[in-house]
């Protein structure tokens, strides 16, 4: 059940209204409800995996609180279950063709290990629950007693599937709040739908239209021209972010809706004018999650410059893996790593130059934009890999910008008139990605009744006349479903 599709959106409004009416005491009960049976319905197999991970956190929680002199141990007991369940459905195949490639060099048989379908959102809800046992151990969370509210906090249906991922220190406040609040305001709920339905614009006006331009020339690169490959590399990245801001739009829009504010996924990601500063804006509690999980217990930047560039590469590194179990997810990981170490590399060599050209307003805006530039051609040149089906796949993409070929934009698989509707929506984007913040437009737009109105039916129809459909007027899944 995708969130633009007509069933989710159904269900989403009535369980709203529900919850609306319902005392206090039963609102967590039924959300939770709600939460469970909107996970069954995606796939009823992968329930099991999500209440048993619920169940097991939820556990090791309280066990950490009643016996905090083994609470070292009993992390470590929490994090090889939550991890070695990821492990087994994710990266044990992965694995065995790994070993499989270098015994093949000595001559030795393969290794045939086990592909298991991976649960959906798995990545999601396990880094979830494992932030939760690390804050425990640290002393900056509690523990929560109420098993309800701990698996609406695992589980809530907006953000099952692909975050954004929740941290218990934000997110279960806002749950426990509701056994005493009158539930959400209308206020929330008019900002709820303006950024559902923002989400809508991207994801079918933009995401699922570039994506056709995306998937037809990737799968043959070999008969298309240099200027067609940009063209493509071009649509992926902005394929990628309409696809995935526009869930966590949805996810934040929903969230609303019940009175919950999730933890906000992007912020202009592609006005960045460094790697460090794209990642600050990109995924956000993904990346915060592994700066605040993984780069801090290396060492982070206080054991030394080399220790410093190794953190980063391993993180990045364990980024790349996360986001699938392949060699070219690995290589897209290494890449950014490998930015940021010759960012940092190349700072003091570049801050003197930095320095003036920073000192005056017209040369600050200059160098502020080709820094935005670069950043954008460094970071589409990562996507490649990402997109990529393998990593010599990714070469044979790029060697391709090398070549001529007559511009046709036709052979893109998209008629012109799509184009050019493409076109104008991405202007649309831009004017909104630049003015939402600076502007608050979401409460500006939901506190002004004809504006409001105006804006929804107007965005509403755009979808309905112009959106990509599937067969059978299906909408398209979320990329990072699949992670």
């Known amino acids: 059940m995708n969130p633009q599709s007509l069933n989710y959106i159904a269900m989403m409004a009535a369980a709203a209204l529900v ?16 939460s469970w049976i909107f996970y069954y319905a995606c796939m009823p197999s992968h329930a099991p995996y999500l209440l048993v991970v619920t169940v097991l956190a939820w556990g090791f929680g309280l066990w950490m609180e009643k016996t905090p002199e083994r609470k070292k141990a ?32 000595f001559g030795l048989p393969p290794i045939e290990l086990p592909a298991f379908v991976q649960p959906l959102g798995i990545s999601f809800y396990l880094f979830t629950v494992t932030g939760y046992l690390i804050d425990l151990y640290r002393g900056t969370g509690a523990a929560e007693h109420d098993f309800i509210d701990f698996a609406l906090f695992v589980g809530f249906f907006p953000a099952i599937l692909s975050g954004p991922i929740a ?12 056994k005493v609040a009158s539930g959400p305001h209308w206020q929330e709920a008019k900002r709820g739908i303006t950024r559902f339905i923002v989400g809508l614009f991207k994801k079918m006006l933009l995401a699922d239209q570039l994506s056709v331009i995306v998937s037809t020339v990737f799968a043959a690169p070999e008969s298309f021209g240099g200027l067609q490959m940009i063209v493509a590399i071009l649509a992926y990245a902005m394929q990628i972010y309409c696809d995935f801001s526009s869930y ?28 460090q500063e794209f990642w600050r804006r990109w995924h956000i509690s993904l990346s915060t999650w592994f700066r605040d999980y993984l780069y801090f217990p290396l060492g982070g930047s206080r054991k030394g410059t080399l220790r410093l560039y190794l953190n980063q590469m391993i993180v990045f590194a364990v980024s790349g893996l996360w986001h699938g179990a392949a060699n070219h997810y690995l290589a897209w990981g290494l890449l950014h790593g490998g930015y940021q170490v010759c960012g940092r590399m190349l700072r003091p060599l570049l801050k003197p130059m930095r320095e003036k050209l920073d000192a005056h307003p017209v040369t600050r805006a200059v160098h502020r934009l080709c820094a935005m530039g670069i950043t954008f051609g460094l970071t589409c040149l990562a996507w490649v890999f990402f997109r990529a089906d393998s990593v010599s796949h990714a070469f044979r993409i790029l ?8 511009f046709d934009l036709s052979v893109l698989g998209l008629s012109m008139p799509v184009l050019r509707l ?13 003015c939402a913040k600076k502007y608050d437009l979401v409460n500006r ?26 067969s059978g007027y ?8 699949q992670f």
Not at 21 to 29: D, E, S, T, W
Not at 254 to 274: K, R
Request: glycine residues 10%.
């Open 399 to 406: 060697m391709r910008l090398t070549t001529r070929g007559v």
């Open 248 to 275: 966590s739009d949805m996810a934040v829009g929903a969230g609303l809706l019940f009175g919950l504010q999730l933890t906000e996924n992007f912020d202009t990601p592609y006005f960045s004018a460094s790697i």
């Open 19 to 34: 919850h609306r009416l319902l005392p206090g005491k039963m609102r967590n009960i039924f959300l939770l409800a709600v």
């Open 167 to 178: 941290r218990s220190t934000h997110l279960l406040p806002q749950i426990k709040a509701h």
């Open 422 to 434: 493409i076109g104008l929506a991405l202007l649309l984007l831009l004017l909104w990605d630049l």
């Open 74 to 105: 009993i992390l470590t007991l929490g994090l090889c279950a939550a991890f070695g369940m990821l492990f087994l459905f994710k990266y044990l195949h992965f694995t065995g063709q790994v070993l499989t490639g270098i015994l093949g060099r």
């Open 474 to 481: 299906n909408a398209a899944e979320f990329v990072y479903f």
């Open 445 to 470: 737009i939901s506190d002004t009744v004809w504006l409001r109105w105006i804006f929804w039916t107007a965005l509403v129809l755009l979808v309905l006349c112009f959106g990509a459909y599937g």
